[in-house]
């Protein structure tokens, strides 16, 4: 687990300048949605959050649909499928490896947030950690079907075409947060969303893991 | 395989039992039970929408449990079950929808709203659709079979979470009619749509498993032997 890990992470490294460029493409869509809305300063801070978010799905898609393209070179999925471990833990170790990946760029978009729409907070511990539930639930399932894609034809289309419905509730629960963080929170009704989060992640964080090994076995 | 099947009438059977059926219970429904005292005509259309929400459950269910008895036989015919299925759940969801958006314009004064049931139609349509394509372009048999079913698994257990999570944003929709709920004026008609709809929906998807139980045998087939010779 450890050394799949480390595998996953020195391969992020030495492809660094891909991640430049989709925080690069993730800010952009963030100053984007802005001319969408028009430059209303109390419409852009109250929507802060649902572009947060978008920027960053959008961005995961280009992340995501890239990270079994090492392993499809070469043929090189079937020798570390001969490795003498499960192939869960290929999967694991690859879906935190993104899950690390798309919560530096969510880090990284939120001072972009800040900036651009007027939305500053002062509770940062829970702005990390929804960003965290969030983009765990959006690799749980992204990385599995990455690995299917990958297999595919056009799986440039397919890996949004798939991933983008079923993480609806990932994306309803983290604006919501989100936005409770930025606009206050009276009611404290952001523990309801974290907890849907968590069982979001759980959920599908058991069951991706469950399903990898029919994926990528001949 | 489903390719020489035991019944080979019973889809055309059903299909003729299900318009029988519907277009009995449509007749009921249009012309002889009461309108209703609130919505007036347009109510007239539950006699279609309520038995195609049924029906559409029971065809996620089904795909759903197809998807599942793949995976554990790896049996091609579980396999012509799921595309059967998912092409079925699709048609049955949109028209869902598009009849959901004839009612709600008149009743609610939208098109659209952003109701649980409808979200979560909506969403597992959506997923349905990418499965669907998926298939086009995954083309190794054994390869798109387990594929399709992993996503289709993949996708039906969202569809609670989907609901849940949309319950809280935001409500609007009716309870569920059933007939305990509506009149007893009301209950033929839909009981008969609804058992139409079963059986038509019963047929299509055992026509269209064959079908794509036939184009699997002839995509795993070995080349025929005239043909082996001339190369060798």
Known sequence: MIAALRKEFLLQWRTRAQAVAVFVFGATSLLLFSFAIGPNAAALRQHAAGFLWLGLLLSSTLTLSESFHAEMENRALEGLLLLPVSPRVLYYGKALANTVQLMLLGIALVPVMVVLYDAGTTRIPIVLLIIALGTAGISAPGTLYSAMTAQARAKQTLLPLLLFPLIVPVLLASVKATSLAILGDPMDQSSAWLALLVAFDGIYWSLCGLLFDRVVED | ?232
């Open chain 2, 1 to 232: 395989m489903l390719a020489n099947p035991r019944f080979p009438k019973l889809p055309y059977a059903l299909m003729t039992l299900g318009v029988v059926c519907l277009l009995i219970g449509s007749y009921l429904g249009l012309f002889v039970a009461p309108p209703e005292h609130y919505m007036g005509e347009v109510q007239r259309i539950m006699y279609v929408h309520v038995p195609t929400a049924w029906n559409w459950m029971l065809a996620v269910l089904f795909t759903f449990g197809a998807a599942i008895a793949y995976l554990f036989t790896s049996d091609f015919k579980w396999d012509a079950r799921v595309e059967a299925g998912l092409e079925v759940g699709a048609l049955l969801g949109f028209l869902l929808c598009c009849q959901g958006a004839i009612w709600a314009k008149p009743t609610w004064g939208v098109w659209w709203d952003w109701d649980p049931r409808l979200t979560s139609t909506a969403v597992l349509l959506c997923s349905f659709a990418g499965i669907l394509a998926l298939r086009r372009f995954v083309d190794e048999p054994t390869k798109r079979a387990v594929l399709s079913s992993v996503a289709t698994i993949i996708a039906s257990v969202d569809l609670p979470i989907v609901y849940f999570s949309v319950r809280w944003w935001n409500s609007l929709h009716q309870m569920q009619s059933s007939p305990a709920t509506v009149s007893s004026q009301f209950h033929l008609p839909l009981r008969l749509n609804a058992f139409g709809i079963l059986f038509l929906m019963s047929g299509f998807i055992a026509l269209r498993a064959r079908i794509a139980s036939q184009r699997l045998s002839s995509e795993l087939a070995p080349p025929p032997q005239e043909l082996v010779g001339e190369l060798a």
